[in-house]
């Protein structure tokens, strides 16, 4: 690079540097859910418990390289992902210099504010690093220097497991360059971890029988082939996007075009464009077919990121080249900047907020805090001990999971507590809330639920539950038993219509909203949750489709929603002309401010004709 374009891009590096420093400690939460917290507490504690240097799910590699920052805390060990993500934007633009690609610096904004890379340079998660020992090893080679370029390839998989994906793709490389005896080299980083790992499971095999991920059925499920495609915007920005696809295409007809065959041109090809591509297909397939522990997270694809910028730089060439102005040069780079720096922070939330699920998580630890006597903790959302600020490892304050999932107290002693969430109980700990409800020998001490119900993996109804191990539970009673009826054949109304004897409300394009049933909070005295069902009877006098016709159950406070939720009378696979019955559950927590209200109507949006018999509100206390 010439001095010039150096002192540019440090000047560039040093302000996304200040940028994402800020951005890391002014944010609530960190992108990537508890997979942060997993593997910042596995190197955090990896001095203590050694084996956590070998673990399989953690990296070693990456476990060994983040240990020192992470002894600082969780924001020093983000600091290391901003690190290497620079280094790596760094070593991508010396890697650029072997392609002979003009605008060199274009792929700094590429990489450093594709939406997701973006994001997981604030965070500790493994695809940063997975990006710089990739894009190390293609630098390497490019220079020549085979022998290193195999040995740092060869470190790949104890980064991210699916880093052998490009192992037959640089085998062929070397063999090409006529390198035979290198090939071995890429099982170097094997051998390594395999002398290193043996010490301590007494395996020669321990790399392959720790193992953390199956090629059979995940219990994520499965999805679209397609999925990471469509998601594409969100990966890389729109600009970015739309240079990659130009990239692809224009390098793919150079290579076709090519009337003499020019080895070097073609390994660059074949490298950069086949590792992009050999990646990107192999998540789509794994989670297409539901194998592989895929969960189809976009944030996978950052992995190769930089690769994608080197392949759109092509693209963005090829269109600069045909634009002869250079004042126009200069202004399509100027609005491809500024459309990709927009979209660094329109495409997910900057700064990063603490997640729903992980709000209530915070809200189930700052209760354990009040309890009298803090006996031992079994979870399964790791940011609960997070948030409590305990060892995870030592198993005489806390342990993930239970051994008995059928009966789930036999794993405890009395006095320990157990808090189950709807996210990991059910899916990674295997645990069904029926049977810690139905244990004897487990009290509820507090239910905790979002203001407005949301699902998560598996169908579940997120919510907390924290149970104590007792002698014999004492059985939670309803407190309290509210029930509110509106029949519409009692009121004075010029929109009744009398049916069989019997007076309906009728909705038409001249009524939006019914009359309301309306609850205030302050009626009900219960300590812990509510559980609350809202239930319609009607008939449709003509079809309706999605969307259009509503039962709504919100808590206001001065007419200002503080929950608001609904069911779609379409989505019942209702009929006309015949009565039915809807309903419409809802459990909250109690700690409502002062004078909400609890509002039970049908908005009728598209002003449909139905008839409406009665409204029911039934509001049960515990």
């Not at 470190?155 to 640089?170: A, K, Q, S, W, Y």
């Not at 927590?589 to 209200?597: D, R, V, W």
């Amino acid at each position: 690079m010439k001095a010039k374009e150096n002192k540019i891009l440090f000047a560039i590096l040093a302000g996304i540097f200040i940028l994402q420093v800020i951005l890391i400690f002014s944010s609530e939460g960190i992108y990537g859910g508890a997979d942060n917290i997993n593997h910042f507490r596995i190197a955090r504690y990896a001095f203590d418990y050694p084996g956590l240097f070998l673990d399989q799910w953690g990296k070693p590699l990456y476990t060994a390289l983040v240990f020192p920052f992470s002894l600082a805390g969780i924001q020093f060990a983000r600091l290391f992902n901003l690190v290497v993500g620079l280094v790596t934007i760094w070593i991508t633009l010396k890697t650029i210099r072997f392609t002979d690609e003009n605008y060199s610096l274009i792929p700094v904004i590429f990489i450093a504010f594709s939406p997701m890379y973006f994001l997981l340079m604030q965070s500790c998660m493994t695809e940063i690093l997975f990006s710089l020992v990739l894009v190390s090893g293609l630098w390497l080679f490019f220079g020549k220097k085979y022998i290193w370029a195999a040995i740092v390839l060869s470190f790949i998989p104890f980064v991210r497991t699916e880093g052998i994906v490009f192992f037959p793709l640089f085998a062929i490389a070397f063999l090409m360059e006529r390198k035979y005896w290198i090939v071995p080299l890429l099982l170097s980083g094997s051998l390594f971890y395999t002398l290193i790992g043996y010490p301590h499971f007494h395996d020669w095999l321990w790399i392959y029988h720790q193992m953390p991920y199956s090629m059979g059925q995940s219990l994520y499920g499965s999805g679209c082939l397609l999925h990471f495609v469509r998601n594409s915007p969100d990966i890389f920005g729109e600009a970015f996007l739309i240079f990659l696809i130009i990239g692809l295409v224009v390098w793919s007809l150079r290579i076709l075009k090519s009337g003499k065959f020019c080895r070097k041109s073609f390994l660059m090809y074949f490298l950069i464009v086949g590792c992009f591509a050999s990646y990107f297909a192999a998540h789509s397939y794994v989670w297409w077919k539901g194998t592989g522990g895929s969960l189809g997270l976009i944030r996978v694809i950052a992995g190769v990121v930089p690769l994608a910028a080197i392949i759109a730089l092509t693209g963005l060439n090829a269109i600069l080249i045909k634009i002869k102005n250079a004042t126009f040069r200069m202004m399509l780079i100027g609005i491809v900047i500024t459309i990709q720096l927009i979209a660094a922070f329109t495409k997910h939330h900057v700064p990063v907020r603490l997640e729903p699920t992980q709000e209530l998580v915070l809200k189930a630890s700052t209760y354990i805090k009040t309890l009298p006597t803090q006996a031992k903790i079994y979870y399964f959302d790791p940011y609960l001990i997070h948030f409590l600020d305990l060892d995870p490892f030592n198993q005489s304050l806390s342990n993930w999971g239970i051994a008995n999932k059928n009966e789930p107290s036999v794993s405890l002693n009395n006095d320990d507590l157990l808090v189950w969430d709807a996210h990991f109980g059910p899916n990674e700990g295997g645990v069904q809330l029926e049977n810690l409800q139905n244990d004897q020998h487990l009290q509820l001490l507090k239910t905790i639920l979002p203001a407005e119900p949301f699902k998560v993996l598996g169908n579940y109804d997120y919510g907390i539950y924290i149970f104590r191990k007792v002698d014999k539970k004492t059985v939670q009673e309803k407190q309290q038993e509210l029930t509110r009826e509106l029949l519409f054949s009692e009121l004075t109304s010029d929109k009744l219509e009398e049916i069989g004897g019997k007076k309906m409300f009728k909705m038409n394009e001249a009524v939006e909203f019914s009359p309301a049933i309306e609850v205030p909070v302050s009626e009900i005295k219960a300590q812990d949750y509510l559980e609350i069902i809202g239930t319609l009877r009607f008939s449709l006098m003509e079809s309706i489709k999605a969307n259009e016709v509503l039962l709504i159950l919100s808590i206001d406070i001065n007419h200002k929603p503080l929950s608001y939720n609904k069911i779609d009378l379409a989505t019942n696979h209702i009929t006309t002309d015949k009565w039915q019955e809807i309903s419409l559950p809802l459990k909250m927590n109690t700690n409502l401010p002062e004078g909400a209200i609890i509002n039970l109507y049908v908005w009728n949006k598209e002003k449909k004709k139905l008839l409406l018999e009665k409204l029911k509100l039934a509001i049960n206390g515990f």
